[in-house]
């Protein structure tokens, strides 16, 4: 069990399995979105563009999943 410290009173307060498990939802659905975004921006983006930058959206596609999975 986790505890975070309560400086006011000098005691540490157990956080509850669930407070855990919500903390980590959040965190995974942050991933997520910012994976969507990545994706949704390089949408617009057109395939002249990419060429010059020597990319392709398959590419991009994997990198921002990579991204979206590391911590």
């Known amino acids: 069990m986790l505890?975070?410290?309560d400086q006011s009173k000098n005691v540490?307060?157990?956080l509850a399995k669930e407070t855990i498990m919500l903390h980590e939802?959040?965190?995974r659905f942050?991933?997520?979105?910012a994976?969507?975004?990545t994706l949704a921006s390089l949408r617009r983006l057109p395939d002249?563009?990419?060429a010059d930058?020597?990319?392709s959206r398959e590419e991009l596609r994997e990198r921002a999943?990579?991204?979206?999975l590391r911590r």
């Open 3 to 5: 505890c975070v410290f």
């Open 30 to 33: 942050a991933r997520w979105l």
């Open 65 to 68: 999943r990579d991204a979206s």
């Open 25 to 27: 939802l959040r965190h």
């Open 53 to 55: 930058a020597g990319l």
């Open 48 to 50: 002249s563009i990419l």
């Open 12 to 14: 540490g307060i157990p």
């Open 35 to 37: 994976y969507r975004q």
